[in-house]
């Protein structure tokens, strides 16, 4: 397994600006991966984050918007850009110990946009 | 596409019961992985129990065992002995291959499972 903290665990934000979710694990892991889970609803892949190589991002989400940085092996951050209300959301963090493991989540970032 | 169905929005169950939680999925490939994870009010995902597609025997972490129907596509999952602490959304979960061999997780909606003292 593996222990994942995310920085900060909530945040209230004010509409255009942007903010930086930070995400720490204990141990080098290839991949990771960044998830959004809007209000009540299920989880939904952002992107995957492999060192050494631009983020990968799923249908529906673009780099501008949320840009991901993944300079070592036990580290990432996914920016939040010009936030709207509709960017209200648990944002979590994953990682792949093993190649063709199973995934383990951050505690996850709570984000309020006003 | 693969997709992952959980039917049952919400369910309850009387502690030290049984309950059982269902889940289908929609896949081509015949080799894949599916996981149930759990989400109690803290928010952290914590994994319960994962199958391998390709073994037969159905995977069991203590109180927790699924029923692995391959050909019918279900996934689904049961809690024996229920405990006030097993109250949390549920959500099924199947990995896919991503191009490039990364890898990702289609979840379902999730069941809401209350227990009750």
């Known amino acids: 397994s593996a222990v994942i903290s995310q920085k900060p665990s909530r945040d209230i934000c004010q509409r255009g600006t942007s903010l930086t979710i930070q995400c720490q694990v204990d141990s080098q892991v290839t991949m990771m991966f960044w998830y959004r889970q809007q209000p009540g609803q299920s989880l939904t892949l952002i992107a995957t984050a492999n060192q050494g190589s631009e983020a990968t991002y799923e249908s529906g989400f673009v780099i501008d918007k949320f840009p991901i940085s993944r300079p070592n092996l036990t580290f990432s951050t996914l920016t939040v850009s010009n936030m709207s209300p509709e960017d209200s959301s648990i944002y979590l963090c994953s990682v792949e110990v093993l190649a063709g493991g199973e995934q383990y989540f951050g505690p996850g970032t709570r984000l309020t946009v006003t | 596409a693969q997709t992952v169905t959980q039917s049952q929005p919400e369910m309850s169950v009387q502690e030290a019961e049984t309950v059982t939680l269902s889940c289908t999925y929609d896949t081509s490939e015949s080799d894949y992985y599916l996981f149930w994870y759990k989400q109690p009010p803290s928010r952290q995902m914590i994994l319960v129990i994962r199958q391998e597609a390709y073994k037969q025997q159905n995977a069991t972490e203590n109180r927790f065992s699924v029923n692995f129907q391959k050909a019918a596509k279900s996934f689904s999952l049961k809690i024996s002995d229920s405990q006030l602490g097993d109250a949390a959304m549920y959500f099924c979960?199947?990995?896919?291959?991503?191009?490039?061999?990364?890898?990702?997780?289609?979840f379902g909606k999730g069941t809401k499972l209350t227990v009750n003292p």
């Open positions: 979960a199947y990995r896919v291959t991503l191009r490039g061999g990364s890898e990702k997780l289609v």
